[in-house]
């Protein structure tokens, strides 16, 4: 008798995993699609939300608040700020606010140059950091910092960044939005605060556990003569403009 021929091997394990693994991946697309896709919803939400809703905290605030068992915090509107206050912080941290969108590209690449890390970071670009993310240095968080800040700033008004930045600005320890720290330090209200009294809290901004705007040191002293110089400055050459009436 003749040799029977082998039947050739069944390839139908291996050619029905091909249908199942391409059905995964388009799972997969799917999922992650509509995952993006509810996130950009929310982060819109949130953004269109407290372009007209006072946020009612931030999250270095609300970790603060339970650290320390409670902070001074009182929020005030634009009009009730005294303008001048508003200048020294615009001459103090960002000069060129009205004048980028966002992200001041020059800046940023000046510090790192210098290699300090300061200096690269907008009153907009502190304004989402205060308001929907956390502190620190992670290229993570400043890559979402980096991201938000333009749809903020394509939403909001520059008078409206500004009015949330001095309200949710630290300005010592506990001590957050420049009613309390008008309060806190000078006894007055925001609404009357003086030139030097503006410069000094705007002095601080920076390290507000390190400086003091009513004992100021002589580095402090000096920084708010020349933030006074600064706001008459951008007031004079129209870089006050976008946010004021």
């Not at 929020?75 to 980028?100: F, G, K, Q, S």
Request: aromatic content about 8%; charged content about 25%; glycine content about 8%.
């Amino acid at each position: 008798m003749g040799r029977m021929a082998r039947k050739p091997a069944s390839r139908t394990g291996k050619s029905s995993k091909v249908p199942r693994l391409r059905r995964l991946r388009r799972f997969l697309r799917r999922w992650l699609l509509r995952g993006g896709l509810l996130v950009i919803g929310i982060t819109m939400l949130f953004v269109g939300l407290f372009s007209i809703i006072n946020p009612p905290t931030t999250p270095y605030m609300f970790a603060e608040s339970r650290r320390l068992d409670g902070v001074d915090h009182s929020w005030v509107a634009m009009e009730e700020i005294a303008p001048v206050m508003a200048r020294a912080a615009v001459a103090a941290e960002d000069a060129d606010y009205c004048l980028h969108w966002g992200l001041d590209l020059s800046a940023i690449r000046a510090a790192m140059n210098d290699g300090t890390g300061r200096g690269g970071s907008t009153i907009s670009q502190q304004t989402v950091k205060n308001v929907y993310l956390w502190h620190g240095r992670s290229w993570f968080r400043k890559s979402l910092e980096a991201l938000l800040t333009p749809v903020v700033e394509a939403i909001w008004s520059k008078r409206r960044i500004l009015e949330v930045y001095l309200n949710v600005a630290e300005f010592d320890e506990g001590v957050f939005g420049v009613e309390a720290a008008a309060e806190h330090y000078f006894g007055v209200q925001a609404r009357d605060l003086s030139p030097v009294q503006a410069a000094r809290l705007a002095a601080v901004l920076p390290d507000p556990g390190g400086r003091s705007a009513a004992r100021p040191s002589d580095f402090v002293r000096a920084r708010a003569a020349n933030i006074i110089d600064g706001a008459a400055t951008i007031r004079k050459d129209g870089r006050a403009d976008c946010f004021e009436d």
